[in-house]
């Protein structure tokens, strides 16, 4: 392929608890057309599952209430940033850095207070991402008689860079990696060691129109030609912790 | 903006030491438009700035050596990973993981043995990544009359992630980090901790045009509305130690 166009879906409304994204996204504009992959940011799909949890309501125990007075955070955050990781990596300068309950490793569990009803309530990660991108892929092709995949879409700091870059959390549709090993190079060299990180590759291209500020929550890759499976989500690009050089 | 294409160059000649990159890209299909983000991968540069070591030429050291045995790799190339890294940080089942003198953490110090003459040359990265894109930049604008911002991109793996993505190595011409700290999201809360990694995520998204596999060396993406900066470059982008979590 030698043109692929991301575009902002442009009229999906502000998410609440309960909203039906399916009936958004067969309407959105521009339309989904065949061949397109549909990303949606994760506060879109958090916000419909109603992973929201209003700070009010959390009662931090001893572990988050030592954490936040040692940083000087809420406690109520970081109760809940202790309840969605399955570790704690580290705990240096206010930032707290998890592997959280799916794999990801990220900065407080993923859990965001921005951009949610002024601040007081947290917004958490899908419980299953793949399972919510399959879920809306599922009832995509059922109404429009087409495959459109779907990706689940977030933004991550990186360990030796500055700035955040989108990454998949969830996918449903297509290979999430591409896998070019034992495939010729253009020079006809075989390659080694490569395997392209597609969803997160996709994923992260969509920054370009859903910007942080725009307010746009999903977006289409329209023009690249993905190899479909309906078996692959994000899980698989979970790196093991076997294979983890830096812990 | 609501629409972002990504284009690939499809007429760039296989690269030669010498060889004038500003004149291929200057009748490059499609033609450079004003707007237009010009992104060449490392490869096509590091041939051009003869980047490229012959393995016969390099005398390993008694470093190297001992490396190399211990993990059954080529002593001449550990040799050159050697001597363009600023550190070593890991060395484990057969990976050797390095901060280069530049700054990034990669994998072989971003040596590439793969697509060059058959895998008995080495290439290695720029010198100064930043320079190279600023060298073809001003020679674009001076030849078309408007500015065209480059970026250098290369593939690199995650931490904790299994693929490879793209990040930017250097950058000319345009913010690489889209500082949105004290600025309101789309809920009017004030975002307070949120730097894009802009040049990063403009060398991530033309993965989607420019495979491994196709051979294109570079891409132009059209119709994203960057901040113009004649200062900044990708060093920006690179975390100094002092804020390092993991090392």
Same mark, same amino acid.
């Given at each position: 392929m030698s043109a692929v166009t991301i575009l902002a879906i442009? *009229?999906?409304?502000e998410i609440k608890p309960g909203n039906d994204l399916l009936a958004y996204f067969l309407r959105c504009e521009p339309a989904l057309q065949k061949g397109d992959i549909l990303v949606v940011t994760q506060k879109v799909i958090s916000k419909a599952e109603n992973r929201l949890v209003r700070l009010d309501s959390v009662e931090p125990g001893p572990e988050a209430r030592e954490i936040a007075t040692r940083w000087d955070k809420d406690p109520r955050l970081v109760e809940l940033v202790l309840r969605e990781s399955a570790e704690l990596l580290r705990q240096d300068r206010g930032v707290l850095i998890s592997r959280t309950q799916h794999g990801f490793v990220c900065a407080n569990a993923g859990?965001?207070?921005? *951009?949610?009803?002024?601040?007081?309530t947290a917004c958490l990660l899908p419980l299953d991402c793949d399972l919510s991108a399959r879920r809306l892929a599922e009832g995509l092709e059922q109404a429009l008689g087409f495959a459109v995949p779907v990706i689940i879409s977030d933004s991550f700091g990186r360990p030796w860079r500055l700035g955040i870059t989108n990454v998949a959390l969830g996918s449903f549709g297509l290979k999430p990696l591409l896998d070019l090993r034992g495939t010729e190079d253009a020079a006809g060299l075989e390659m080694k060691a490569t395997v392209i990180a597609l969803a997160d590759t996709l994923a992260a291209s969509t920054e370009l129109v859903v910007g942080k500020t725009t307010g746009y929550g999903a977006s289409i890759i329209r023009g690249y030609s993905y190899t479909p499976d309906q078996q692959a989500g994000v899980r698989q690009t979970i790196r093991p912790m076997a294979d983890w050089f830096f812990s």
């Open positions: 442009t *009229n999906l409304p859990i965001d207070l921005s *951009n949610v009803d002024g601040g007081s």
